[in-house]
């Protein structure tokens, strides 16, 4: 008998079955300006004053009152008494008397009194006098008082991951930390007698543990603090612990291995018997990644992944990915993607959705083209070694034609038409 | 009169003369393999071995040797007798015999003898007699020895930022550690009178250091290990000491400020005397980020960036950027560049590279739409604020004119057209 779900729920309907039962919120802390780079804000991040903070030159020259210039012309310039010079950040002593002019930088603060500033090449200085050879109307040169930024703008949004220009923002306007999520914490499990650490001898049947790695290291570039709580064998007692434990000390709980369905569904199943759970599924409409269960538990969320690594980046991608930044309100990733031709018929199964592991080509011309890679049976790992792109083959299709478009994400540099 | 550059030199031209003159190799070291994450591969790794490391079932059913299967149908199946059950993590103990087949599944390895494994729906077991439906050929059913990956296939190259795949695929072959550069350092200097760290009382004339936290964020998130050094005031003497002891101690030296053309250029001037300078250039056709002044000395790189935030930010990118990745063989990020329509027309002055931060909007077919934002007089944090994308006009064009299709790289979501 074929062990076969005996049905597959579709992505999407996990999706919002979990977000509409999860019930998690991250602790904020304040971290120092330059250690907030790559968290998220935890809250909107406003401007507290005006920027410029006062009317200031935008250019080198002479402030001055715009009427003293009224009737200046090349043939009759205006001519106005020297006033003492000002540099940025010196501040004008006293304000500008009609008749005056004062000699400005740009940035420089524009004295009280004054409402433009003449550009350098328009006068001449001689015996303590700026002939102004030109008119200038009201506010020309000048960038007044909070032109730039008002105070109460919105400098960071809530849910942004902080990237440079946020900080440099924020240090604008003289703070000098920034209110970010703690980063949630997720307990990894590795499930499998087959199981080996690298480092330890390889015995026969045995394999190198690669799926807990790369989910570790996935989670952890998503700004997860990852909590690994080792292996345990095909052991239901010990998985069934590891779940209540996981569950009380983060938000998120993972096991790797154990849900094919048959005899060694282990995770799975116990999963679907913890106590408190509000939600529950096995069996997924995505390939690779169907057997994956996904649990909701006490307002928290649980999943069992798959042992191979391919699906169980699939899960990742398809199914935790969108829980996790929608059920936090944080902003996901802009991803690179690509219009690239395929070299090759890509099936899929209808009302299934595909994530291929694809290969980027792009040719001299700067055109894209991909080729999936093998992803079931024993292609896994060249998969993941010569993959740089992941294309989505949605529900409503049965495949996509050799030499269609389609949108590729690229996970890594597209290789020469040429290398292919 | 005008302070101008006489000559501005080209970007590419800049790139390609500090490429050919730097002299700077990175030291190695080995990571454990979960810290990897993010570092740059400072070798070539390869496959140690061979995976499938021995002959394994991809499917659930029986081993057996494909030559008794060879007249097997439905009508007439071949009988042969059930050897020990192997299951995946166990080895077989004895070679397949004639005649006999053996329980497997998924992922267990093949006795020796075996050739092919029966898919588990073409059998029946009965009274310790297997009865299969179906012939298979050889290798049917098998995964080989060394399918998906060979001792000696290439896992990770040289110069690439690890993801979390390439950790799984190190852990897959054993490997407990990898060979990674040390994380390049980078000395930051801020030069001028007028700037004040966040915290401190922001005095008349004075504004609070910006660029200083956006460039170490900056030069962070590619990679680097930043040193600040503080700031200096407009002083000759001590932004020298500064290039002199941070190109000693560091490959990349920068100071923030002290680069316009006139009075206030002390970074840049400095620059051009320092001792064992090999190439110097004050002034680059790009905009914002024209009075940067850039030199090798030494072998190593200094830079004297613009005090202004997006001008400083346009010269990493313009330069920095290519000299950094190019100089140590590192892969270049993929940046995620979307094809978008100007909502305005965008002027740009021939023979200048113009830096453009932009906003992009989608509507609600999935379109972009791209406006410029103001960057030059003030308009300067708001760009940053309101900025999720950056557009980049090349030398060889006037503008691009409204309606036009351009590409743009985005560095944050897009916002909706209705929000415009």
Known sequence: MARVFKR?????????????????????????????????????????MDIPSEDRAVVD???????????ASQASPAVLRLADRVLIGEYPSSPLKPGEAVEVSTGSPIPEGADAVVMLEHTRVEGGMVYVYRSVAPGYGVSRRGEDVRAGDLLVRRGTRIRPWHVGLAAAQ?????????????????????????????????????????????????GLRVLSRGRVGDDEEAIERFYREALEECPF????????????????????RLEGVEYYVHGIALKPGRPAAVAVVGGRLAMAL???????????????????????????????????????????????????????????????????????????????????????????????????????????????????
């Open 61 to 71: 020259g002479y402030a001055v009152r715009s009427k003293d210039t009224q009737l």
């Open 174 to 222: 003289g703070y000098t930390s920034l209110p970010v999520y703690e980063e949630p914490c997720a307990t990894v499990l590795n499930v499998g007698d087959e199981i080996v650490e690298p480092g330890e001898p390889l015995g026969p049947g045995k394999i190198y543990d690669t799926t807990g790695y790369l989910v570790r290291s996935y989670l952890r570039e998503m």
């Open 306 to 420: 798959s042992g191979f690594p391919v699906a169980a980046l699939a899960e990742l991608q398809a199914v935790f990915e969108p829980v996790f930044y929608r059920a936090l309100g944080l902003e996901e990733p802009v991803r690179p993607v690509v219009q690239a031709r395929t070299l090759r018929r890509i099936p899929a199964t209808p009302g299934v959705r595909h994530i291929y592991r694809v290969r980027v080509y792009m040719d001299g011309r700067g055109s894209y083209y991909v080729e999936p890679l093998r992803l079931t049976g024993s292609g896994v790992l060249s998969a993941l070694a010569r993959g740089n792109g992941i294309l989505v083959v949605p529900e409503d299709t049965t495949g996509v034609e050799e030499g269609e478009l389609v949108e590729v994400e690229l996970i890594g540099p597209p290789a020469t038409l040429e290398s292919r």
């Open 8 to 48: 597959l729920t579709p992505v999407d309907r996990v999706v919002s079955e979990v977000l509409s039962r999860l019930r998690i919120s991250l602790a904020e802390e304040e971290v120092p300006l330059e250690e907030a780079l790559g968290r998220y804000a935890s809250r909107d991040v406003v401007a507290r």
């Open 253 to 272: 709980a993972f096991t790797i291995g154990g849900t094919s369905v048959g005899r060694k569904d282990y995770s799975a199943r116990v999963l679907e």
